[in-house]
């Protein structure tokens, strides 16, 4: 038998390798609905922009307010305020990045933007780390909501 030739083994190390390089560049983050939609077009709205439209369903003095949707790289992020007497009593995502390892830091980062909106009661929250794009969105829509309150 003869041995392979040390120049042969290079060179097919090197194509192995070249290969595997170019493998791991082609590969794209997940695509779940939220972001391909977001992509394509327009952003699915959930919930009508503006006041509740649900009169007689909330006590007197309370109003819901929803922010614009906001692209962001992973999907679309919109929140929903609740202002009891002035103060913000409640926010939530109604919309946000979800599928794949973007659910995961979703799951994570909106609770914590959420309690960090009631606190505040403005737009003037940190961003999660690790979940920069999602906050950087959160914060977007939440500033619009308190635009519609005017304050």
């Known amino acids: 038998m003869r041995k392979s030739h040390p120049i042969r083994r290079a ?9 595997g390089i170019v493998l791991l560049l082609s590969l794209k983050p997940a695509s779940d609905p939220a972001s391909a939609s977001a992509a394509g077009g327009a952003v699915p709205q959930q919930t009508a ?28 992020v919109q929140v929903r305020l609740t202002v009891r007497d002035g103060r913000v009593t409640e926010a939530a995502a109604i919309q946000a990045p979800s599928g794949g390892r973007s659910g995961q830091i979703t799951a994570d980062a909106v609770p914590r ?39």
């Open 113 to 151: 933007l959420n309690q960090a909106a009631v606190a505040a009661g403005s737009a003037d929250i940190d961003a999660v780390s690790g979940a920069t794009y999602t906050s950087t969105g959160y914060r977007q829509s939440l500033q619009s909501a308190l635009d519609q309150l005017g304050g």
């Open 49 to 76: 922009a503006g006041r509740s439209p649900q009169g007689g369903a909330e006590a007197a003095g309370t109003t819901t307010v929803t922010g614009d949707a906001v692209r962001t790289q992973y999907g679309p």
């Open 11 to 19: 060179l097919l190390a090197t194509a192995a390798t070249v290969s």
